[in-house]
């Protein structure tokens, strides 16, 4: 994946060439006339201004080359501040005309070094004095100019991620991502909104790394900000790769049941993985449901062993599966604990009856006995399913544990479905 492909570093270049250079010798005469800035209080002291004179000589000639080595010489010499201004200045005008980047950085770091320039110069002049380093590879120099630059105020070309990336060039990714989150957070209070890439970054270096807890919430970043079906996939698929300690069986479950409901299934591995997190023997209407909608869809291909087999395991247990649970229901009423009303909602979870579903997660979480979290779950995903968005998520609020990830994705696609931005769910398949 490419990251800031947009972002041109000979854009960044040709725009530090012109930059507007106030208070040159040249214009001093006029600047201290006006005095409206602190370069009009510029002034060339005695000692060097027989080179200045020579500089700007070499400079306005046919030649202006010839002026470098001389430029070069006073930037090398012990100037006071308002004289290496004076060079500095000097050498980014130079640097400029000839296209000499090099004599335009030495410049750049020369100006801010002289502790002259002016306060509305100054982010520009740490901005490009950090990119320069960047391009350059001095990336612990590019990270301390450019979030100097960033804490000036300097929004622009990029700064936020820029300054991620000098961290993760060095292999620091916890800084890295520490900076990136920053620059989110700063479009964010600006009223902008951060491209897309940033997020994607950020999810991949996460996983990648293997930064300890920080896939699941990028990922959570990305569909927040970004909720297309394929960065629901994108954002589901992470979590569940980079999960420590990895996922049981049933809380993949609880998970693609979320792909499926954000419309975020487009591969042969959800559907399957999906069909045997649920399992046609445990819960065969659910499987049945979703493998044909994956044929439906064209998502799974009819010629496949796996779908042939499964289907038919799945179809072959629905009947008498559905017959039983009539006393599951009877039993889960008597039993003194939660065990066979919760088994008895995940079926009828199943069918799609949640109504009867949620009401026997309830029955399961009062009576006691279970996994108090994956009957919330259970309860949430019911509740979802009657379109009960506020009891959705108080559901989902109290799950704890290993599921509470899982349970923020289902309480954000929730209040996407709200606002209006969630991807539209496929359509209903009868099982």
Same mark, same amino acid.
Request: charged share 25%; aromatic share 8%; net charge neutral.
């Given at each position: 994946?490419?990251?800031?492909?947009?972002?041109? =570093? /000979?854009?960044?270049?040709?725009?530090?060439?012109?930059?507007?250079?106030?208070?040159?010798?040249?214009?001093?005469?006029?600047? *201290?006339?006006?005095?409206?800035?602190?370069?009009?209080?510029?002034?060339?002291?005695?000692?060097?201004?027989?080179?200045?004179?020579?500089?700007?000589?070499?400079?306005?000639?046919?030649?202006? $080359?010839?002026?470098?080595?001389?430029?070069?010489?006073?930037?090398?010499?012990?100037?006071?501040?308002?004289?290496?201004?004076? %060079?500095?200045?000097?050498?980014?005008?130079?640097?400029?005309?000839?296209?000499?980047?090099?004599?335009?950085?030495?410049?750049?770091?020369?100006?801010?070094?002289?502790?002259?320039?002016?306060?509305?110069?100054?982010?520009?002049?740490?901005?490009?004095?950090?990119?320069?380093?960047?391009?350059?590879?001095?990336?612990?120099?590019?990270?301390?100019?450019?979030?100097?630059?960033?804490?000036?105020?300097?929004?622009?070309?990029?700064?936020?991620?820029?300054? /991620?990336?000098?961290?993760?060039?060095?292999?620091?990714?916890?800084?890295?991502?520490?900076?990136?989150?920053?620059?989110?957070?700063?479009? *964010?209070?600006?009223?902008?909104?951060?491209?897309?890439?940033?997020?994607?970054?950020?999810?991949?270096?996460?996983?990648?790394?293997?930064?300890?807890?920080?896939?699941?919430?990028?990922?959570?970043?990305?569909?927040?900000?970004y909720p297309t079906g394929e960065n629901w996939r994108a954002a589901l698929?992470?979590?569940?790769?980079?999960?420590?300690?990895?996922?049981?069986?049933?809380?993949?479950?609880?998970?693609?049941?979320? =792909?499926?409901?954000?419309?975020?299934?487009?591969?042969?591995?959800?559907?399957?993985?999906?069909?045997? %997190? $649920?399992?046609?023997?445990?819960?065969?209407?659910?499987?049945?449901?979703?493998?044909?909608?994956?044929?439906?869809?064209?998502?799974?291909?009819?010629?496949?062993?796996?779908?042939?087999?499964?289907?038919?395991?799945?179809?072959?247990?629905?009947?008498?599966?559905?017959?039983?649970?009539?006393?599951?229901?009877?039993? /889960?009423?008597?039993?003194?604990?939660?065990?066979?009303?919760?088994? #008895?909602?995940?079926?009828?979870?199943?069918?799609?009856?949640?109504?009867?579903?949620?009401?026997?997660?309830?029955?399961?979480?009062?009576?006691?006995?279970?996994?108090?979290?994956?009957?919330?779950?259970?309860?949430?995903?019911?509740?979802?399913?009657?379109?009960?968005?506020?009891?959705?998520?108080?559901?989902?609020?109290?799950?704890?544990?290993?599921?509470?990830?899982?349970?923020?994705?289902?309480?954000?696609?929730?209040?996407?479905?709200?606002?209006?931005?969630?991807?539209?769910?496929?359509?209903? #398949?009868?099982?």
């Amino acid at each position: 994946m490419r990251f800031l492909s947009h972002f041109s =570093m /000979a854009v960044a270049l040709a725009t530090a060439g012109t930059l507007a250079i106030s208070a040159l010798p040249q214009e001093a005469h006029a600047q *201290k006339k006006k005095k409206k800035s602190k370069e009009a209080e510029i002034k060339i002291s005695k000692e060097i201004r027989p080179q200045v004179a020579a500089i700007q000589e070499a400079m306005g000639g046919e030649t202006p $080359a010839t002026a470098k080595p001389l430029v070069e010489s006073l930037l090398a010499q012990p100037l006071e501040a308002d004289d290496k201004f004076i %060079a500095g200045q000097l050498a980014i005008q130079l640097g400029s005309s000839l296209k000499d980047t090099a004599l335009q950085e030495k410049g750049i770091n020369a100006s801010i070094d002289s502790g002259k320039t002016s306060a509305e110069q100054l982010p520009s002049f740490l901005f490009f004095s950090g990119n320069f380093a960047y391009s350059g590879g001095r990336y612990a120099e590019a990270q301390q100019r450019l979030q100097q630059a960033f804490d000036a105020g300097y929004r622009q070309n990029n700064i936020g991620a820029l300054i /991620a990336e000098a961290y993760f060039k060095e292999n620091k990714n916890q800084e890295g991502l520490a900076a990136l989150e920053r620059a989110l957070e700063a479009e *964010k209070a600006s009223g902008a909104k951060a491209p897309e890439d940033w997020y994607r970054r950020g999810a991949g270096i996460a996983m990648k790394n293997n930064v300890n807890g920080a896939a699941g919430n990028w990922t959570y970043k990305l569909v927040e900000a970004y909720p297309t079906g394929e960065n629901w996939r994108a954002a589901l698929s992470v979590y569940r790769d980079s999960a420590n300690p990895k996922l049981s069986n049933q809380e993949n479950l609880e998970l693609m049941r979320l =792909m499926r409901k954000a419309d975020a299934m487009e591969s042969e591995r959800d559907y399957f993985e999906y069909a045997d %997190a $649920a399992d046609p023997r445990r819960l065969p209407g659910e499987v049945v449901s979703l493998l044909e909608e994956g044929l439906a869809k064209g998502d799974v291909p009819s010629s496949s062993s796996y779908v042939t087999e499964t289907l038919a395991a799945a179809r072959g247990s629905v009947a008498a599966d559905k017959a039983s649970l009539g006393a599951s229901e009877r039993d /889960a009423n008597k039993s003194a604990n939660g065990k066979i009303a919760l088994a #008895t909602a995940d079926a009828l979870l199943g069918y799609g009856d949640y109504a009867k579903a949620a009401a026997l997660y309830q029955s399961a979480i009062s009576k006691g006995g279970v996994d108090t979290a994956r009957a919330q779950m259970g309860l949430g995903i019911a509740q979802v399913g009657q379109s009960n968005w506020d009891d959705a998520k108080q559901a989902f609020s109290s799950v704890t544990g290993s599921r509470k990830s899982i349970a923020n994705f289902w309480s954000l696609w929730i209040d996407q479905k709200a606002a209006g931005t969630a991807t539209p769910e496929p359509a209903p #398949t009868a099982s």
